[in-house]
C-alpha cells in the first residue's frame, strides 16, 4: 500500500497549457509539501500544509496555486506552463513540524513542457 | 544567507568504506538529515542528528559538530545498491528545511 501516491507519473505537455498533479497520503499525517527538484538536483521547497492550512509559500510564481481538501490530499495546478517549470515535482507528507521531522515522499511527477 | 555545501560526486569500490561530508550555515540549526536518493526515485530518509556525536544504524553512520557546522555520512562494506545520491539537509530556526544539491555516489566493483 502506497504511503503517498502522486499522478501523474510523467506529463509532458505544451507551453502556455494548465495541468495539475494530485497527491495523497494514507500515514495519517498533518503536514504535506509540495518540492520542485531541477535538473541540477536541488530540492526547493515551494508550499507546505498543516491541517490543510497553508503555512509555508515560498517565492513561487502565481501561476502554481495548492489545494488541500483535506489534510490527506494535497494537489498543486499550474497554469500557464513555461519552459522553466520543467522537473521533477515530489510530494511528502511527515508528522508535525519540528523536531526529527521525517519526511516521507511521493514516487515524484515528472514534467516536461514543449 | 543559507548555505548547505556537500561534493558533487565521490567514486568507491565495493566493499570499501566512503564518508561524505556536509557543512552547513543556517539561521538557526534544529536537526540534521540525511537521505539517500536512486536515480528516477524519491528521496527516502536514512539518519538525523541534533546532538553532537555519532549515531550508527547498520552499515551507515551519520556524525555531527554543531560548533563546526559540519556533518558526515559514513557507509561501511559498501554495496553496488548504496550507488545513489545523498541529500545532507538542515532544519533552520524556523524548522524549515534546508537541502544541499546532494553527492553522487558511484560505486565501482
Known amino acids: 500500500d502506497t504511503a503517498v501516491s502522486q499522478t501523474p507519473k510523467y506529463l509532458v505537455t505544451q507551453m502556455g497549457n494548465d495541468k495539475s498533479i494530485k497527491c495523497e497520503q494514507n500515514?495519517?499525517?498533518?503536514?504535506m509539501y509540495w518540492y520542485k527538484q531541477d535538473s541540477k538536483k536541488f530540492l526547493k521547497i515551494m508550499f507546505s500544509?498543516?491541517?490543510?492550512?497553508?503555512?509555508i509559500n515560498e517565492t513561487v510564481p502565481n501561476r502554481f496555486s495548492p489545494k488541500s481538501p483535506d489534510k490527506a490530499h494535497l494537489n498543486l495546478h499550474i497554469n500557464s506552463l513555461e519552459l522553466g517549470d520543467s522537473a521533477v515535482y515530489f510530494c511528502?507528507?511527515?508528522?508535525?513540524?519540528?523536531?526529527?521531522?521525517?519526511?516521507?515522499f511521493g514516487a515524484g511527477s515528472r514534467l516536461t513542457v514543449l | 544567507g543559507q548555505n548547505i555545501d556537500q561534493p558533487t560526486e565521490m567514486t568507491a569500490t565495493e566493499g570499501a568504506i566512503v564518508q561524505i561530508n556536509c557543512t552547513y550555515q543556517t539561521s538557526g540549526f534544529n536537526g540534521l538529515f540525511w537521505y539517500q536518493q536512486h536515480a528516477g526515485e524519491a528521496p527516502t530518509f536514512l539518519s538525523y542528528?541534533?546532538l553532537d556525536g555519532l549515531e550508527e544504524k547498520g552499515r551507515f553512520s551519520s556524525f555531527l559538530s554543531r560548533s563546526k557546522g559540519y556533518s558526515y555520512l559514513l557507509l561501511k562494506e559498501l554495496q553496488m545498491k548504496d550507488s545513489a545520491s545523498y541529500l545532507c539537509?538542515?532544519?533552520?530556526?524556523?524548522?524549515?528545511?534546508?537541502w544541499g544539491a546532494g553527492t553522487k555516489l558511484i560505486i565501482k566493483p
Open positions: 539537509a538542515v532544519m533552520d530556526s524556523n524548522y524549515q528545511l534546508i
Open positions: 542528528n541534533v
Open positions: 511528502a507528507s511527515s508528522q508535525g513540524l519540528a523536531g526529527a521531522n521525517v519526511l516521507t
Open positions: 500544509y498543516n491541517n490543510k492550512e497553508l503555512i
Open positions: 500515514l495519517g499525517h498533518d503536514t
